[in-house]
């Protein structure tokens, strides 16, 4: 699982995990009519892009983060990277009285985020090995030479 670490003013540090990769080329490559893999990607952008289907999301670019185009992971606020989580504004925490992080994602939703495209693309092996984002950018290069 690849953790990183977040801070805000309104849940104070919490985790993002790493869920899938995104590759827009690879996903226009496995369809063969360009017209059907365009709709496909919009259709797609359109239902399960983090930033629709999940509440919060962060991504890092894994190629030139000027290529619109290029693979990106995508993190979220993950509730099994957060089991640990405690509200540390005393403020907040007497208000509120949360007891778990309340933009966490459930296993269950990611799950469903992850079976929306085939595993070679959303989950490959390069992301299964890695257990950093440095490590992930370095195995993305080498399966992307």
Avoid at 126 to 139: A, D, G, M, P, V
């Amino acid at each position: 699982m690849i953790i990183t670490e977040f801070e805000s003013e309104s849940y104070g540090v919490y985790n993002y995990e790493a869920i899938g990769i995104f590759s827009p080329r690879k996903i226009v490559d496995s369809i063969p009519d360009s017209e059907e893999s365009l709709l496909f990607i919009t259709n797609w952008m359109d239902k399960y892009h983090p930033r629709t289907f999940f509440r919060g999301f962060s991504y890092i670019s894994l190629g030139d983060p000027k290529d619109n185009f290029s693979d990106s992971v995508f993190l979220i606020p993950s509730e099994r990277a957060n089991r640990e989580w405690k509200e540390r504004n005393p403020e907040i925490a007497r208000k509120f009285k949360w007891k778990e992080l309340p933009i966490g994602i459930s296993d269950k939703k990611i799950e469903k985020w992850q079976a929306s495209l085939s595993k070679e693309l959303i989950l490959p092996d390069y992301f299964l090995r890695s257990n950093s984002i440095e490590e992930l950018k370095k195995q993305w290069k080498i399966e992307n030479k």
